[in-house]
């Protein structure tokens, strides 16, 4: 079965620092992964996918993800945090027959300090 | 951006009673999802709709769940007699192609508290 961890429950950076938060999965096949941000409030807005291709991929808001098989790791990166970055982020892996059937990691809370 | 709208954002409801949250996808979109985050658990796929028919359900989906579109654009989920495992944040999300280059759209989010 398919399924995503997210080692890490909280990290804290400082603003200008750069940012990395962790994703291992577990599929049997070439998986779809994803990064999601959710904001207090909000619904989840998509921050990057891998489907196949370039390893690494760019995503918005200045974010890059890198799909490394041999480690089952998909960690999103960002050089330079600002404040406004601070928010839930979620890792999921592709599941199922058809469109987005989603399996979430459990989150990992982003906290920026000045 | 177009967005995907949810209706209520917060719902509270007796332990028993019939609920149904919804949602108004975006005009062109084809597949619709429904996904539930129960407090401080990850987020988890209820079951994805195309064509006025299921496509996919989890384990979670059973028959107190129901999912329709009853005038072609709002898409519903009802739950018939809410438990208070029920609790937690509804995402409705919406897609305008399968599984490729398409993006999922996720909903605000409805919190229903059974209590």
């Known amino acids: 079965a398919q399924s995503v961890t997210q080692p890490d429950i909280h990290i804290t950076v400082s603003e200008g620092a750069s940012l990395e938060l962790r994703c291992n999965y577990s599929?049997?096949?070439?998986?779809?992964l994803f990064w999601y941000v959710q904001s207090p409030g909000q619904g989840l807005q998509l921050l990057l996918k891998?489907?196949?291709?370039?390893?690494l991929v760019q995503g918005i808001k200045g974010f890059e993800a890198e799909f490394k098989r041999s480690q089952s790791s998909f960690n999103l990166r960002k050089p330079s945090v600002h404040w406004s970055d601070a928010a839930e982020y979620f890792c999921?892996?592709?599941?199922?027959?058809?469109?987005?059937?989603?399996?979430f990691g459990k989150g990992t809370s982003l906290l920026v300090t000045p | 951006e177009p967005e995907v709208t949810q209706t209520p954002s917060h719902q509270v409801t007796q332990m028993g009673q019939e609920v149904i949250l919804r949602c108004v996808p975006i005009?062109?979109?084809?597949?619709f999802y429904w996904y539930r985050q129960i407090l401080g658990q990850k987020v988890e796929f209820l079951v994805s709709?195309?064509?006025?028919?299921?496509?996919?359900k989890s384990e979670i989906f059973d028959d107190q769940f129901s999912v329709e579109r009853p005038d072609g654009s709002n898409f519903t989920l009802k739950i018939r007699s809410t438990k208070l495992e029920d609790s937690a944040m509804y995402f409705c999300?919406?897609?305008?192609?399968?599984?490729?280059?398409?993006?999922?759209?996720f909903g605000s989010g409805t919190q229903l508290s059974v209590l």
């Open positions: 599929y049997g096949a070439t998986p779809y």
């Open positions: 709709f195309y064509n006025n028919e299921i496509s996919e």
């Open positions: 999921a892996v592709g599941a199922g027959n058809s469109g987005y059937a989603l399996n």
């Open positions: 005009s062109n979109h084809l597949y």
């Open positions: 999300a919406t897609q305008s192609e399968g599984m490729g280059n398409e993006k999922l759209f």
């Open positions: 891998y489907f196949s291709g370039d390893t």
